[in-house]
Nanobody, 125 residues
Framework: QVQLVESGGELVQAGGSLRLSCAASGRTVSMYHMGWFRQAPGKEREFVAAIRWDSGNTYYTDSVKGRFTISRDNAKNTVYLEMNSLKPEDTAVYYC??????????????????WGQGTQVTVSS
């Protein structure tokens, strides 16, 4: 089993930056695709970003392109989400996820086998 623990979420002002971390344990995830999703109160969980283990290609939802960057440090068994120019609409619980392969598309929840507990990001205006 893979355990994922997110950290780094906090209250920030609009226009500010945060870096979220997702530390994996139980097994190495160097050959796992990794993703970030988020869920705002009363809304469905939505895809944010993903990174493939093989090509390193990254994917982003349109609303965060140019502002967020997903990356990984395999030596630390950790994936990151760098968030810049934060907006109030970015407020959500952010979840990291992992899968050895995509069982569906990279931007769908069903593709991911393992999930973290989430970390709260609040952006004030």
């Amino acid at each position: 089993q893979v355990q994922l623990v997110e950290s780094g979420g906090e209250l920030v002002q609009a226009g500010g930056s945060l870096r979220l971390s997702c530390a994996a344990s139980g097994r190495t995830v160097s050959m796992y695709h990794m993703g970030w999703f988020r869920q705002a109160p009363g809304k469905e969980r939505e895809f944010v970003a993903a990174i493939r283990w093989d090509s390193g290609n990254t994917y982003y939802t349109d609303s965060v392109k140019g502002r967020f960057t997903i990356s990984r440090d395999n030596a630390k068994n950790t994936v990151y989400l760098e968030m810049n120019s934060l907006k109030p609409e970015d407020t959500a619980v952010y979840y990291c996820a992992a899968t050895p392969r995509y069982y569906s598309d990279f931007d769908t929840q069903r593709s991911y086998n393992y999930w973290g507990q989430g970390t709260q990001v609040t952006v004030s205006s």
